[in-house]
């Protein structure tokens, strides 16, 4: 394989183009169901403890399966995980088509983790395993910018179509475009990517044992159990905010998230980028946290933006809609911490792709990285939701604010200190 000149070049590689088909399925679906499950949660009449377990119930599942998978993906065949996910995907949106209570979407939610987190975990893997030397920052920062692009067109078309159309238009849709990275999968993507370690040498445990005793994996893990509930309510409830608290369409809601969304998509891979060039990944990852910390203490501040600014039409995509102060405050906000995101992402996955390559189990360190993840996105949106009908939505997004704080001290003092402690050196100073 020939390394690719320049961020557009990645596209050239037809390896590449099949691994962001996944990426691009598999977000466009996710960003869509957010706002189907805001309109779930209006139709349904939902208690913020119930929502949080729309959240729940998706991590939950990805919790229990992370670790097997990320052993079985070092070791076995990844190109038939990739194509088992996009399939499971499928039946999910076959599943959301017939829900009809709250329940219904509980248990569909599990069946999107389990798809989810096999082409999370298996294709952002094969991207760090077949990029070129020198150039994994700049292909993990496109795949994450196909990733976030496809979102952005999620949110958006997404929005517009759910807006337009009955909801099981919409899921039709989106198992042709899963249906279509099926094929390119299938068709492009070498047979046996990545899964470099023999079966026999497999340590299981003994291999998160050893990837933990690295200072930057273990402080990495610690940030992300803290940083994880704060994020996943922005995630989850900032779009049931705006359509419980201020009637904002399924149409206004997808241009809510779609301006986040963009930025992430225009700034990832020039971050990944700068990564590659500048190094000293870690204070990426903590500039991008407390910019997210500071965008989620915004969005509360839509209630009173609502009384202070004038209401006024736009059109888009042939409808037009009402927007106020609290829609532009919650998008103000959302664009922050879409900066934020694309700061901080390409740095923490090249961390965790480099400590997974010193023990030849990358695929294991994604997994550490998604099951930290998981253990906030499981008690997150339930605690979250326990806040906001207890104190309001308002005093959960600051208590969501206040996680992502707390993660950032912890992250910095784990990083400066620690390699001190567990006899390491630092990893990722450049």
Do not use: C
């Not at 690719?4 to 466009?28: K, N």
């Not at 009809?100 to 999107?112: E, F, G, K, T």
């Amino acid at each position: 394989m020939s390394t690719t000149d320049g961020r557009l070049g990645v596209f050239a590689d037809r390896e590449f183009i099949a691994l962001s088909g996944t990426a691009f399925a598999r977000a466009q679906a996710y960003s869509t169901i957010l706002i189907a499950i805001a309109l779930f949660a209006d139709a349904f009449g939902t208690t913020g403890f119930v929502e949080g377990l729309f959240g729940t119930a998706f991590a939950a599942v990805q919790l229990l399966i992370v670790l097997p998978l990320g052993r079985l993906v070092d070791t076995r065949n990844a190109k038939r995980f990739l194509l088992v996910g996009l399939l499971v995907n499928v039946a999910t949106f076959v599943g959301f088509i017939f829900v009809s209570n709250a329940i219904d979407v509980i248990l569909v939610r599990m069946l999107q983790g389990l798809g989810s987190s096999v082409l999370w975990i298996t294709g952002s893997s094969v991207v760090g395993e077949i990029s070129p030397d020198g150039e994994r920052g700049r292909w993990l920062g496109s795949y994450n910018q196909v990733a976030a692009f496809s979102s952005f067109v999620g949110d958006l078309v997404g929005g517009a179509l759910l807006y337009t159309f009955e909801t099981s238009v919409t899921f039709v849709l989106l198992s042709g475009v899963t249906l279509v990275a099926f094929g390119l999968v299938y068709l492009y993507l070498r047979d046996d990517p990545g899964g470099t370690m023999d079966p026999e040498e497999a340590g299981g445990i003994e291999t998160f044992r050893d990837l933990l005793a690295r200072p930057m994996v273990n402080s990495l893990v610690t940030f992300r159990f803290a940083f994880s509930v704060g994020k996943m309510a922005v995630i989850l409830f900032l779009p049931i905010y705006a359509r419980t608290e201020f009637g904002v369409s399924a149409f206004a809601i997808g241009l809510l998230l779609a301006g986040g969304k963009l930025i992430k998509a225009l700034l990832q891979g020039w971050m990944g980028d700068l990564t590659d060039r500048l190094g000293n990944e870690q204070y990426f990852v903590l500039g991008g946290a407390l910019t997210y910390a500071l965008g989620t203490a915004l969005i509360p501040l839509a209630r009173p933006a609502q009384a202070l600014l004038p209401a006024f039409d736009i059109s888009a995509l042939g409808h037009t809609i009402g927007l106020d102060g609290a829609f532009l405050t919650m998008f103000v906000a959302y664009g922050i911490i879409g900066v934020a995101d694309s700061i901080r992402l390409p740095a923490s996955m090249s961390l965790f792709v480099e400590e997974g390559e010193r023990l030849d189990s990358v695929a294991s360190a994604m997994s550490l990285r998604s099951l930290s993840w998981k253990v906030g996105q499981v008690v997150g949106p339930v605690a979250v939701g326990a806040i906001k009908d207890g104190y309001g939505m308002a005093i959960a997004f600051w208590t969501a604010a206040a996680f992502i704080l707390v993660a950032s001290a912890g992250f910095f003092l784990m990083y400066r200190y620690g390699h001190h402690v567990m006899g390491g050196a630092r990893a990722g100073a450049g």
